[in-house]
């Protein structure tokens, strides 16, 4: 039985979405905003983190154990997160817990409190994540490079802005940025799950109450860096940190399904080109993965993995051995990319929770939501040429490169260029 979805914009512009399952006895229920870190002006760097956070700290309703309690008591797990994009409050809970659930999450994006005392322990919160991705070699090499492509635009600043940034807003600035940025028309109620146990017209209701304001439409086209090395060192580690980028394109651009289906076939589980023969029959790495994220107004193809000063250059040439003839990879393994992206999004509708983030992530990048089928539909009408022009119009040039490492790790860089130039050309 397909479990199809449902959708109705109420007056006040919010969406509510809905795909009943109904054989559940669970529902998942979300609130998205459309507002992320892309929509941070000078001063406000991390913001819409910091919000993210901070509502959590008292509603008009509940206060800040309360509103937490009042999922988990009975089970449920509530959660948040900020993109580039947007900023979802989730909770998953039994059926029968379905209208305290939704009445936390309505909460927190309508009638939060900012307790000025509870913002400056936040911020000490926040400060402490920031500290601890500095401290992880993997993320903060991933986070160089997009500073790397993207430079100071939206695209290359953290999500959680800097310790300097954070440690300058205020309560005034999160309630001038809330004001402006949670309002009906930047909002989505995402309920999946079995419905019957929600009344969608207490929903409707509630949501409608909430206040009609113009939003602003921001456009961005930002412009890339001269690709570059960037490594840091630090002391008391025993590997290297690497990832390699190039600037893609937007996820509106039907070319990113076919960058997501390259990198599928190139770096994707045990079974792909770069695992296989980087670490199965040479074991230069314990892991090696390829990633296209696709954003609204832009996007970036990258290759990451982890391994000694010794051999990282040895790998990086190895990677850049499997670029050079990949087009003829790219042709022996069209269909079992093709398969393995399909079998994988068939796989993800079986949890409610994947399901909502990939309706929140459509509705908010592309401004549409999909049906499973018909993703699988573009993925399916991809052509094999189309996909070998893209690999010649967007890897076949030099790559950005950031690397995070021990002492010495910066002779990695001294003298060398990631340069993908296909054999034969």
């Not at 509510?16 to 529902?27: E, G, N």
């Not at 994006?109 to 070699?137: T, W």
């Not at 206040?211 to 060192?233: F, G, M, W």
Request: net charge negative; hydrophobic share 40%; proline share 3%.
């Amino acid at each position: 039985m397909k479990k199809k979805i449902v959708t109705n914009k109420l007056n006040n512009g919010v969406l509510i979405v809905t795909k009943d399952i109904p054989f559940l006895r669970t529902l998942t229920i979300g609130i998205g905003v459309k507002v992320g870190s892309i929509n941070e002006e000078n001063g406000q760097f991390g913001i819409s983190h910091l919000i993210e956070h901070s509502v959590f700290k008292g509603t008009k309703n509940f206060n800040s154990f309360d509103l937490k309690r009042a999922v988990e008591r009975y089970g449920g797990i509530i959660n948040a997160f900020t993109s580039e994009e947007y900023t979802i409050f989730e909770a998953k809970v039994p059926d029968f817990a379905a209208q305290e659930a939704f009445d936390v999450l309505f909460d927190l994006v309508a009638n939060p409190l900012f307790p000025e005392n509870e913002i400056e322990s936040e911020k000490r919160v926040v400060l402490e994540e920031i500290a601890m991705y500095e401290d992880d070699p993997p993320t903060l090499s991933e986070e160089n490079l997009l500073k790397s492509i993207w430079g100071n635009s939206p695209y290359g600043r953290p999500i959680s802005g800097s310790g300097e940034s954070v440690r300058a807003l205020n309560v005034e600035k999160i309630k001038g940025f809330f004001d402006k940025n949670y309002v009906s028309k930047n909002l989505m109620v995402v309920i999946i799950g079995n419905i019957s146990a929600l009344d969608l017209d207490y929903v409707e209701k509630k949501m409608d109450s909430i206040k009609d304001k113009a939003v602003e439409d921001i456009k961005i086209d930002p412009e890339t860096l001269e690709p570059s090395n960037l490594v840091v060192e630090k002391k008391d580690l025993n590997q290297v940190s690497l990832a390699i980028g190039v600037p893609t394109v937007k996820r509106a651009d039907k070319r990113s399904y076919e960058l997501s289906l390259i990198s599928t076939i190139l770096g994707s589980g045990m079974s792909s080109i770069l695992f296989e023969r980087i670490r199965e029959k040479l074991g230069l790495v314990y892991s090696i993965s390829t990633s296209h994220q696709s954003h609204r107004f832009c996007g970036e193809f990258t290759i990451s993995f982890s391994t000694s000063i010794q051999n990282a250059k040895k790998a990086l040439e190895e990677i850049k051995n499997v670029l050079k003839v990949l087009p003829e990879g790219l042709d022996e393994q069209f269909e079992y990319g093709k398969k393995k992206i399909a079998g994988r999004l068939l796989m993800s509708t079986e949890s409610t929770l994947a399901t909502m983030y990939m309706i929140f992530d459509d509705y908010f990048t592309i401004g549409q939501i999909r049906e499973i089928e018909d993703i699988i539909g573009s993925i399916e009408s991809i052509k094999k040429e189309d996909l070998i022009d893209d690999f010649r119009n967007f890897m076949n040039k030099k790559w950005s490169l950031s690397a995070v490492g021990p002492l010495k790790s910066k002779e990695i860089s001294q003298n060398y260029e990631f340069m993908v130039d296909e054999y034969g050309r």
